[in-house]
């Protein structure tokens, strides 16, 4: 496997990242070897071990002081592959709270009223798109486009940057030059509703 503990910390030296978005589990479905005997997933031994090497994961940006998010994993087309992605999602959930981390819950965005795995659903205008390769696994570019719409808000308030078509703050605007008499726009003296004059008129309709 791919031993992100031992292998990470010189990524950050080399990339020195702003923040880091945490994302994996689907390939993590297969047994370890613990005390010479190959342990099953989910097992008692298989989930504390588990929990271990995701805590270690965010001991280590913690301790780096490097801002990060946990995205959780979504739901999947088999049940029993659905079944494991809620186990490892409250061990993500765990780490990440556990070490100043954000976890950030996908797995409604991805699932019907029921809770169950959709293929197709609304993308993050409300239409409806394919969001789902039809091995049930992938993401379509729509799927891609509605996993970072997730992560989009948090990552920027973790970076103190502003949201999309935020205005920008008052403190930053130029000073407005006072408008003189001379500039103002003409105007219409106000008028009754139910002035007779309105229409061209003298008396009201009806009487």
């Known amino acids: 496997y791919f031993n992100w503990n031992a292998e990470l910390p010189a990524m950050m030296e080399a ?16 047994q370890m070897k613990l005390d ?33 998010l946990w995205m959780g994993m979504p739901a ?15 061990v993500y959930r765990g780490a990440a709270q556990a070490n100043k981390g954000e976890f950030i819950d996908i797995w409604d965005g991805f699932v ?6 959709v293929q197709t659903g609304p993308d993050v205008s409300g239409q409806p798109v394919k969001l789902r390769a039809g091995d049930g696994i992938n993401m379509t570019k729509q799927g891609k486009a509605k996993l970072a719409f997730y992560a989009d808000k948090p990552l920027r308030k973790l970076l103190g940057l502003a949201a999309p078509g935020a205005g920008l703050p008052v403190e930053s605007l130029p000073d407005a030059a006072p408008i003189g008499p ?23 309709l009806g009487g």
């Open 15 to 30: 990339q020195k990242p702003a923040a880091v978005i945490v994302m994996m589990g689907s390939n993590d479905r297969q």
């Open 36 to 68: 010479g005997a190959s342990e099953a997933v989910r097992s008692e031994k298989w989930l504390k071990e588990y929990q271990a090497r995701a805590g270690a994961l965010a001991d280590l940006l913690e301790e780096r002081k490097i801002p990060y």
């Open 76 to 90: 999947f087309k088999t049940a029993k592959m659905t079944s494991d992605m809620l186990a490892f999602n409250d």
């Open 112 to 117: 019907d009223e029921q809770g169950a795995y």
């Open 182 to 204: 001379a500039e103002l726009p003409d105007r219409t003296p106000p008028m009754s509703l139910s002035d007779p004059e309105l229409d061209g008129g003298t008396e009201l």
